[in-house]
């Protein structure tokens, strides 16, 4: 009998999965761990892997459709065996387009058109007018229109007729670029066109219409996750200036030692990384930082999880650094660098984005001097790293002169965290980042 193989899920808050790409085709020979194809949850893309030895007999849903956690996806069984799905499982599966084929190879599409327009036939049978068979015939002779399933998405949320859109990909096929050149091109072209008929002499080429984007999966989950944080937690917020030159100054130093250490490809430290470092060494002193709120008790961790904002396209992921404390600087460095790899291509798993017991967002790349962060859940707080600015600061002496000064910000659940703890906690921090050299010891 022939295993169904169906959508899973791959995260806590996934309710359906997009697949992006198959990676074999009907009539493929799979074993068990072979990779079949990539699904896109709400948090990262992952592989479909295979369980059982045979072939591949049906692939039921096309690069680019959404459909539900436990929706067939395709068959394996033994060459030849008949696949055969429920009723209720069949009724979950995606309606092909007939007059789009998101296309992934040239020969795919001449081998499977009469097999799509057949589809389409019998599947609208009882909603729609029957469609004779010459015309069937007719149409496969014509001109099919070739586009990417990310293309074909986005020209669905842009209203955009992909009939009059010129593919520039192999075989005049519709790519994400023509969309959005498209998408340009038609809001400039209305504009200048009612602009004409009412108002000819005032045309501003800064006037846009209006437009409404679908909400990502991973954006309503960011939004669901900030307002339960921002509603269930009482926040509040340090603020502390710290001299930053110390800081840079332990990053050059501990940069041309790395450098001389390997000749193949150093590691290079970031300021975020001595920051990450910083942080798990002070948690270990503040140990009430380290917790998390349940019903009936405050649950102490035992290990330093550290998570840390990776800013993605549509969104923000926050991939966990595992006992940090153990942690060496270079070895956490290497792992913040392999996580914000994956995370930008979408290559983090559920566990690699779980877990964290504190978390740091630093914006000071993108020339912000301060910011407050809105609470992880279910960490106790969140530190914010503003950017390194120079400024006039006066020295020991009492001496006025030019300085770096960067400021830190910590925001706290008041039902964990009380003022003092918070505030010792940031002062113990910045010590630390002022004498970087006291993380040796």
């Not at 929706?71 to 009723?87: D, Q, R, T």
Request: charged share 25%.
């Amino acid at each position: 009998m022939a295993t169904i193989i169906e959508m899973p899920k791959l995260s806590d808050t996934m309710t359906v999965g997009t697949l992006v790409k198959w990676h074999k085709k009907n009539g493929d020979e799979v074993k068990n761990g072979d990779i079949l194809a990539e699904i896109e949850t709400d948090k990262a893309t992952m592989d479909l892997e295979n369980f059982d030895d045979g072939t591949l007999l049906e692939i039921f849903v096309e690069e680019g459709n959404e459909v539900p956690i436990g929706s067939p996806l395709a068959a394996v069984g033994e060459e030849g065996e008949e696949v055969n799905i429920s009723k209720q499982k069949k009724n979950h599966l995606p309606v092909p387009d007939v007059n789009v084929v998101e296309e992934s190879s040239a020969e795919e599409e001449s081998n499977d058109a009469k097999e799509d327009l057949t589809y389409k036939v019998e599947s609208n049978l009882a909603e729609k007018e029957i469609i004779p068979v010459d015309t069937v015939e007719e149409n496969i002779s014509l001109k099919r229109i070739l586009i990417s399933p990310l293309a074909k998405k986005m020209a669905q949320e842009m209203n955009i007729d992909i009939s009059k859109v010129t593919g520039s990909g192999p075989n005049g096929r519709i790519t994400k670029k023509d969309i959005l050149s498209n998408s340009s091109n038609s809001i400039d072209e209305n504009i200048s066109t009612g602009l004409a008929q009412t108002l000819p002499k005032l045309v501003s080429v800064n006037i846009k219409d209006d437009r409404v984007v679908p909400v990502s999966k991973m954006r309503s989950i960011i939004a669901k996750r900030l307002l339960e944080s921002k509603n269930s937690i009482p926040h509040f917020y340090l603020q502390k200036e710290i001299n930053a030159t110390p800081l840079k100054n332990a990053r050059i130093a501990l940069n041309l030692k790395l450098s001389k250490k390997s000749n193949e490809d150093p590691t290079k430290l970031t300021l975020n990384d001595i920051i990450l470092k910083a942080c798990a060494e002070t948690i270990l002193l503040v140990p009430e930082i380290n917790t998390s709120w349940e019903e009936k008790g405050i649950k102490f961790h035992g290990g330093v999880h550290l998570a840390f904002g990776v800013a993605v396209d549509d969104g923000l992921l926050t991939p966990v650094v595992r006992h940090a404390d153990q942690l060496g600087l270079e070895t956490l460095s290497l792992e913040a660098k392999s996580l914000i790899l994956k995370a930008r291509s979408k290559k983090l798993t559920p566990d690699e984005m779980s877990g964290s017991t504190f978390t740091v967002t630093n914006l000071g790349m993108f020339g912000i001097d301060f910011f407050s962060g809105i609470i992880n859940p279910p960490n106790a707080a969140i530190l914010s790293v503003g950017g390194i600015v120079q400024k006039p600061i006066v020295d020991s002496m009492g001496n006025v002169r030019s300085g770096e000064t960067m400021m830190l910000g910590l925001s706290c659940d008041h039902r964990l965290v009380d003022g003092a703890v918070g505030a010792s906690f940031l002062q113990l921090l910045a010590d630390t980042l002022e004498s970087p050299a006291s993380m040796l010891v």
